[in-house]
């Protein structure tokens, strides 16, 4: 059984992985110091690249393109950065057990890896049909995204199924993303999902209804308020129809589901404090053990503008967290301080020719403005308002410029003087505050 030592241990191989190896050498991490342990076999990348550019039919993203941080407009960390930074990059390998009592990681090739500082960047992971009891979930055609491995399964199903019929399962990030890629590579899309309305948890019925007719221009069929109970086979055991709880079948040459994801926490239940759903972090990502940080999906972490706990699966978190948490470990050790982290919630989407942004908190009473069905520009958006205040804000179409002033707002949360007087400003009201 083999074992190596390091000062520090990045466990976890995406986004925050690769913006946190970033931070520590701006930080003057020292050759030797620094190794990253991921279970994907190629380095890490922009993980959005792959339910969007990757799966392109024209045009395709491909590594090593969309190595981070190109994500944020920063230098691309192809693998031989990482070899000349000194940063011990190991890859295709599994950690199946962290002993946080004696520093060591264990994989699953029974090999250990000791270490001083541990950033626990282990992301999350797609919820399953299985998981809901529905049978037939494993079978021939079904396919998730959440690795490289997975997309690389799904362009081949594309390429084998031309001019056929995919199902999307699911209405949120991922449902939407794919059935609009889907539908650009020529197959047939039908999409399932129980809400109302699609993207529920951040769409009003309003800004859904909007989507949702374009998605339906574009070919794309919806099915609402029902979801997969079981699955048509043939005699190669391939899915060929999915079946619906309301009794109804669709034809199914693929079936792509994304109807959540969980954070990976498991390595380290029982030995840190857990909230929401996540491990407890203070203002600098550590953990209840002062020699472990985590960052990125799996952390509960302090969410300064709101006042209390959150944990947040978004790029943009990742991304930022990891800096935090790099930044804390380097100045913990130098005696200095810096601010505790202040994260302004962000959410994006490309889709078609469509972008939208939402920067704030999707709580309280909403203000739609800019919805015009005979005009041509499809720029429209939408307020949240808290105890006389805008707390949120979206835009759909809006220009780099217009972007910014509204995460400026989401960030100030100025007060109104009416929800009559937004309503009335609509767009405008961005450029007052």
Not at 166 to 172: D, E, H, K, L
Request: charged letters at 25%; aromatic letters at 10%.
């Amino acid at each position: 059984m083999a074992s190596a030592a390091y000062k520090y241990i990045i466990v976890g191989g995406g986004v925050s992985a690769g913006y946190a190896a970033r931070e520590f050498v701006n930080q003057g991490v020292k050759s030797g110091e620094l190794a990253i342990i991921s279970k994907e076999a190629v380095a890490p990348y922009e993980r959005p690249a792959l339910s969007k550019a990757y799966l392109f039919p024209e045009n395709a993203a491909r590594l090593p393109g969309f190595h981070v941080c190109v994500g944020s407009g920063g230098e691309r960390l192809a693998p031989e950065w990482y070899a000349e930074k000194g940063i011990e990059l190991i890859l295709d390998t599994e950690v199946v057990k962290a002993d946080i009592a004696t520093k060591t990681l264990t994989t699953s090739a029974g090999n250990s890896f000791k270490y001083d500082v541990l950033v626990a960047a282990t992301g999350s992971t797609f919820i399953k049909l299985s998981d809901f009891g529905v049978a037939g979930a494993d079978s021939k055609g079904i396919y998730y995204l959440r690795e490289i491995r997975e997309a690389d399964s799904l362009i081949e199903a594309i390429k084998s199924k031309k001019d056929g019929h995919a199902v999307v399962v699911g209405g949120g990030y991922i449902g939407l993303e794919l059935a609009a890629v889907l539908t650009m590579n020529k197959l047939q899309v039908t999409m399932v999902y129980p809400e109302p309305w699609c993207m529920p948890r951040l769409f009003t019925s309003d800004i859904a209804s909007f989507y949702e007719g374009y998605y339906l221009s574009k070919g794309v069929k919806i099915v609402k308020g029902t979801v997969a109970s079981g699955f048509e086979l043939d005699a190669e055991g391939h899915v060929t129809a999915v079946k619906l709880k309301d009794g109804r079948e669709l034809a199914a040459d693929i079936v792509i589901v994304g109807v959540g994801a969980r954070p990976l926490t498991t390595l380290f239940k029982g030995q840190l404090e857990e909230e929401k759903g996540g491990i407890k972090v203070d203002g600098f990502f550590k953990t209840s053990n002062e020699d472990v940080y985590a960052v990125g999906d799996i952390a509960t972490f302090p969410m300064k503008i709101y006042g209390e706990q959150r944990r947040v699966e978004h790029v943009d978190h990742s991304r930022k967290s990891a800096i935090q948490a790099v930044q804390a470990i380097k100045a913990k050790e130098e005696g200095r301080s810096i601010p505790e982290y202040d994260y302004l919630p962000f959410f994006y989407s490309r889709a078609f020719d469509l972008s939208w942004q939402f920067y704030g908190d999707n709580v309280g009473e909403t203000v739609s403005f800019g919805r015009d069905e005979a005009a041509a520009t499809k720029k429209f958006g939408g307020y949240w308002v808290k105890d006389g205040k805008v707390v949120g804000v979206f835009l759909e179409g809006g220009s780099a410029e217009e972007n910014k002033a509204i995460a400026k707002v989401a960030r100030l949360k100025p007060s109104i003087d009416s929800i009559e007087a937004l309503t009335s400003e609509g767009l405008a009201f961005i450029s007052k505050v």
